[in-house]
């Protein structure tokens, strides 16, 4: 669940207490049920949203390489087959 967000960055706390700042950039995907953006995680999501993180820790520093809505998130997205390839 994120409990602060910002431009540029998230924090999420897990059911059992555990809490991290993520660190956001250009290059960090949002993935919502309206699809996905780069750069814009931070303007994605809302305090109190459930969501999935991905990130790596470089030089000390949590940083969020995707940030994903718990709808889309664990499978529970549209099935790959169903996107239509756009030329």
């Keep these: 669940t994120l409990v602060a967000v910002s431009a540029d960055s998230v924090t999420a706390r897990s059911a059992n207490g ?7 950039n250009d290059e960090t995907t949002a993935i919502t049920g309206h699809g996905s953006r780069i750069g814009s995680a931070g303007s994605a999501f809302d305090v109190n949203d459930e969501v ?6 470089r030089d000390g520093e949590a940083i969020a390489t995707t940030v994903a ?4 998130s664990g499978l529970n997205g549209p099935p790959m087959d169903s996107v239509t390839a756009t030329p």
Excluded at 18 to 24: H, T
Excluded at 69 to 72: R, T
């Design 52 to 57: 999935s993180i991905v990130g790596v820790v």
């Design 18 to 24: 555990f809490a991290r700042s993520y660190q956001l």
């Design 69 to 72: 809505g718990l709808a889309v």
